[in-house]
Structures are given as structure tokens and as C-alpha cells.
């Protein structure tokens, strides 16, 4: 994408309707709107006008998503703690209240399914504490979990019979309990276990729907530079994937909207890191 596509792909996103959406629709469209608000802060900040339909839309896809659900939550908390100068006022209260009620259920009959959300929902709610966050509600939860998985790769650093996915996805967790939690301990393991997948990485001949989880899960792992290495050549190989695929895709399918809301973010990513290189310049 260019910034071009990026200028004239701003109306269909403000004007999208987000009632009577699947769950992957919504996740694209919060995706989509995050990335563009992330722009619009960086590279206009007089530009009320843009702010504000973004904005609106932002706490439009905040109220759609199911109060009832982990997954509904882990939406909403993204919409609050990931939207760039953002007050978090009454939707942080709410999420915080959701916290405590749907996480609390959750531990009486834990699920697998539900495992990773739960404690990305944990990051999200004490992650971000500036005093020893470790002493609050579920971290001891949540580091035992990181512990369990630990245990469970084998020399190579593999978890035998899980999706690559998941395995991404667990590895992001981890991540976060050494950068935001400051746990140190596990740090070994999980890079061996980051070689390991990045080592069987499978780029297929031609892009299916099929490979876009694991390719979104790889994109959002290397996104935001923490434990491990910050390689910018294999996230723009895999953000070129996921547009290249967009480009082709049926138009307004679930997997278009996928592919493109990861191909915007990467468009976004990619104006911001101009803007800075050229402010850098002229400071110099």
C-alpha cells in the first residue's frame, strides 16, 4: 500500500458499519482504526477533523464488542490501552470491572480455548503499573502459566503438536512477562523456543487463507521490538505477504479484511518511520 491508498482507504473505514459483524471483522476494523489513529497523531496533529471520525469510530467498535466474553474483553482493552493519546477514563473502568468478574469465572473452570486471552487481559490490566506489578490479583496465575509452558518444550525448543499459531501466540505472552513484568528468569528458554520456530518458518509457494493466522500471530510477535531480536527484514517479508495476499483476495471477505488490516497497519508503520527519519534529518 501507498500513502495514497492509505488517503482514500480513510472513508470506507470511518464509513464501515460495525453492528451485525463477525468477530474477525471486528478485530480487522479495531486493527485498521488503531494504525490510522497512530498516523494521524504523528503526522498531523492540527488535523481535529480526521481525529475525530477515527475517534468516534474507535469507541464505536469499543461498544459493539461482547462485555460477556474474554475475547470481547481482550477487544475492548486494545481499543482503550493501545489507542495513542487516548484518556482512558470510563472504558478503562469498565474493562478493569469486566476484569475482575469474567477472570475470576474463568479461574473456578479454566479452558484451554480461553488461556491465552486470559492472560493477554492480564497484561493489558496490570501491565502497565509502574510499581511492582507482579504482587497484583492474577500475576501469580499468570506466571505459573508461563512456567507450565516452558516446561513443556522439548531440547529443541519446540511445544510438540501445537499450532504454530498458538506456539506465536504463547511466545508474545512470554515476552511480556520478561519486558513488562521484568522476570528474567525464563529468558533463555523462550529464545531458544523463538529460534526454533523462526528456523521452520514455511513460506508457501502462493498465500492461502489458511496461512494468514500464523502469519498475522509472526507479524504481531515482531512488531513491537522486546526480548526478542528486533529483525525489521522478516517483518516486512511477512507484512509484504499479508499484502500481496490482501491485493488479490476476494474483496470484502473474511480473509481480505484480515490480510488488509495488517497490510494498513504496516502502510501506517511505514509513513510514521518516514516522518521521523525526515524530522531527524532536519533537526540535524
Known sequence: MTEKDIREFFPFL??????SQR????????????????????LACNDYEHRRKITRKIDSLYHVMDGSSINGLVQKYRLTKEVTMAAYGPKDEACSELYYRLIDKYLKRPATADEISVMQCVVYEIGNIAENNTEFDFYPWFRERCGQ?????DGNGCWQGLPDE???????LLQDNSRTFRDTSLDSDIFRAYNYYKAHIVYPGQITAEDLPVLGAWYDLLRIP?????EPALLQQIAGLLTDFAATAEPRSDAWYFATSYAV????ADLIDQAQREMMQQIA
Do not use: K
Request: with cysteine; proline share 2%.
Open 166 to 172: 498458538t506456539a506465536l501466540r504463547r511466545l508474545r
Open 14 to 19: 470511518c464509513n464501515h458499519r460495525i453492528t
Open 23 to 42: 468477530a474477525v471483522r471486528l478485530d480487522a476494523l479495531s486493527r485498521m482504526c488503531i494504525a490510522y489513529n497512530d498516523l494521524i497523531c504523528m
Open 226 to 230: 522486546g526480548i526478542v531480536p528486533y
Open 265 to 268: 497497519t504496516q502502510c501506517c
Open 149 to 153: 509452558w516452558i516446561s513443556e518444550l
